[in-house]
């Protein structure tokens, strides 16, 4: 599985409880009807809230993390790229200056 999966998964698992928590919350209401009070609909909204929290949670610091290490990555390639050009270029002038001689 690569990173940046956790990153974009755990949000859609908080938002998948969070809906599974107001339509409790709506069952809740449905069954108690207009007289329902609002203690009632704590459990729901405390999953809702519980599972949209947990689900950032992991994803804030699992795509940070992927970020920085995209860069630490992209930085090496890029000082590797320049010392591989530089190899080169002096492995090419070494070879035409034995050819001019």
Do not use: C
Not at 2 to 29: K, N, Y
Not at 59 to 78: C, I, M, Q
């Amino acid at each position: 599985m690569q990173p940046w999966s956790f990153a974009t998964l755990s949000p859609l698992l908080g938002l998948l409880g969070t809906v599974f928590g107001m339509i409790e919350s709506f069952d809740v209401v449905a069954i108690a009807g207009a007289l329902g009070d609002a203690s009632q609909l704590a459990g729901g909204i405390s999953k809702a809230l519980i599972t949209t929290a947990a689900g950032l949670v992991i994803a804030v610091p699992s795509l940070a993390a992927y970020h920085y290490f995209r860069e630490r990555t992209n930085l090496f390639g890029d000082m590797l790229e320049k010392e591989v050009t530089d190899l080169v270029v002096a492995w090419l002038m070494a070879k035409e200056n034995t050819r001019a001689n």
